[in-house]
């Protein structure tokens, strides 16, 4: 390309590395790129390699558990005073210490969250882009990083079945951040005007989002000036979206004179993992002009799967889809997607400035800028892991590994079944990869409501009746839960949710978790709770 007789080329001239600094010293007050940094630096990356290797092994712990008072005990946490900083030596005794206190989230009995072991591809990806250090606003320093992002994006539209892949989308540090995103782009989308003047003079804006949906949509919406009082919750049946309770309340809403302007559902939701029915949903959408946002930042992954893909049925007709790369594929936190329908400017219309010093319009690829399409300015290289994973899986890679965590939680769903009369009890059928129970130690299981459940009523506990009862179940797993960590053996969380007292939810998000594994699981569950049973004076 050639700009007033100045020649801008992106392919051809110097090679990377041509204008070195002749061997200058390093300025003081900088780490010195001598032989010993290299030999600091060649032992810690040999470190994380290795840990790499060992995290599935069963002989470690997933946590050596410790409090606040060891940590501190064991690790001076404050930034050394003048004079007493460390050395190489110390600095990696301090690395060790470190790692010995970091929870192993690889470990295939680690079951917390929805997410687990950090692929160690994309684990090699994160640390080339952190050594990078390039920030992804413009085209002039976030080149071939640009490019691999928008090939991602149009390839996760395709599998979405937006037409072709076409669209537009960002990039975002999580789902909380992509949802927050997807309610201020739908706001511009439906009231342009509002970036001016903000929501002054316009009828109150109508969200809904199911009961069962992530807490960032009502963080979303009284941050982007809506209030929580006009997030409608609606109701679930069996975890999914109450469709007609929705037409109804947007009827409602609008015989009021409110607007309804927006739906987010949930693909995957946080505690039961369950889809939303994405289809009757855009239909309510089309026939009352509302935004229609799919949070999948967690369920999403099922569209790499051919045997589970069904659950997204008619997220093809959704205008915006949050998709988290750091839950279900593996990515290290975070890499997460906002994908739109949009073909247009939505984007930039709606969050760009125009920044001269950033963003001049008169400069090479201009065009390619992502800054104003964004809430942020300087954003990270999420993408390169990511990218560099899917070269290495490929489309049949990213399948079987999906494909396997959904099988291995049906498996446990089974066994959970299979073992009913040991006083395991399944609250519902998993549809994403969270199966959410209880175990009723054997101490508990003479209860009337014990038996109930244990015949399949998990319905038993929330009857009136049933307190004395729940009072005991309900401090089960917070018992089991200190064992657990106290033995190092596995980690799982748990919560009272839909009505329920704490039950367990557990989170199959790492293919090497085989059922091996969680039988082990279920049978540490078991233990841990016949060991909570009271001591007789
Ligand atoms: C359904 C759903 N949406 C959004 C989020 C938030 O995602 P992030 O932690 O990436 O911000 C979560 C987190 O668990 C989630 O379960």
Redesign the pocket.
């Known amino acids: 390309m050639t700009t007033r007789g100045i020649s801008v080329s992106g392919d051809s001239g110097s090679e990377p590395g041509d204008e070195l600094t002749g061997g200058i010293a390093a300025p003081r007050g900088v780490v010195e790129l001598d032989s010993s940094f290299k030999a600091f630096a060649n032992d810690h990356a040999a470190k994380l390699v290795a840990r790499m290797f060992d995290n599935p092994n069963q002989k470690n712990k997933v946590v050596d558990i410790a409090g606040p008072e060891k940590m501190r005990e064991t690790i001076e946490f404050a930034p050394p005073v003048s004079g007493e900083n460390k050395s190489f030596q110390e600095l990696s005794d301090l690395v060790d210490k470190v790692l010995h206190f970091s929870v192993r989230t690889a470990h295939p009995m680690y079951f917390n969250?929805?997410w687990a072991e950090a692929d160690p591809i994309q684990v090699l990806g994160e640390w080339m882009a952190t050594a990078l250090n390039h920030t992804m606003y413009t085209f002039e320093v976030a080149g071939p990083f640009l490019l691999m992002e928008e090939a991602v994006k149009t390839s996760m539209r395709r599998l979405l079945g937006f037409p072709e892949g076409k669209g537009s989308g960002i990039m975002c540090p999580?789902?909380?951040?992509c949802?927050l995103h997807a309610v201020s782009l739908a706001r511009h989308a439906k009231f342009p005007d509002t970036k001016k003047t903000g929501l002054f003079g316009l009828a109150r804006c109508i969200i809904y989002t199911s009961a069962e949906?992530?807490y960032?949509l009502t963080k979303a919406a009284f941050t982007c000036g809506f209030g929580t009082d006009n997030i409608c919750k609606i109701s679930t049946i069996d975890g999914k979206m109450n469709v007609e309770e929705l037409a109804a309340k947007c009827a409602e809403h609008k015989a009021a004179g409110f607007r309804p302007f927006m739906v987010n559902a949930?693909a995957?939701?946080?505690v039961r993992g369950y889809y939303d029915p994405f289809n009757e949903i855009a239909d309510v959408c089309e026939a009352n002009d509302m935004w229609f946002h799919i949070?999948g930042?967690?369920?999403g992954g099922c569209l790499m799967s051919s045997k589970y893909k069904a659950h997204m049925a008619g997220a093809n007709r959704a205008d915006s889809v949050?998709w988290?790369g750091?839950?279900m594929l593996g990515s290290p936190h975070?890499a997460?997607f906002l994908l739109l329908k949009d073909t247009g400017t939505l984007l930039e219309d709606c969050n760009g400035t125009k920044a001269s010093y950033l963003f001049q319009p008169d400069k090479p690829y201009a065009e390619l800028d992502t800054g104003d399409k964004h809430v942020m300015c300087g954003r990270r290289n999420d993408i390169l892991k990511f990218w560099l994973a899917w070269q290495v899986l490929g489309n049949d890679g990213y399948d079987r590994r999906v494909t396997t965590i959904f099988d291995t939680a049906r498996y446990m769903a089974k066994t959970i079944k299979a073992r009913q009369s040991e006083g395991f009890v399944l609250i519902c059928e998993p549809e994403c990869t969270n199966v959410c129970f209880y175990h009723i130690p054997t101490y508990l299981q003479a209860d009337p409501v014990a038996k109930e459940m244990m015949a399949g009523n998990v319905d038993a506990l929330r009857e009136e009746s049933s307190a004395a009862f729940v009072e005991k179940l309900k401090a089960v797993p917070p018992l089991v839960k200190v064992g657990m960590m106290n033995e190092g053996s596995m980690m799982c969380g748990f919560q009272p949710d839909m009505g329920l007292p704490n039950f367990w939810r557990f989170i199959v998000a790492n293919p090497r978790t085989t059922p091996t594994y969680i039988d082990d699981a279920l049978n540490i569950i078991q233990r841990l709770g016949e060991a909570t049973a009271p001591v007789a004076e």
């Open positions: 969250q929805l999580g789902g909380s951040m949802n949906s992530h960032s949930t995957g939701t946080t949070d930042a967690w369920g949050t988290d750091h839950k975070q997460a």
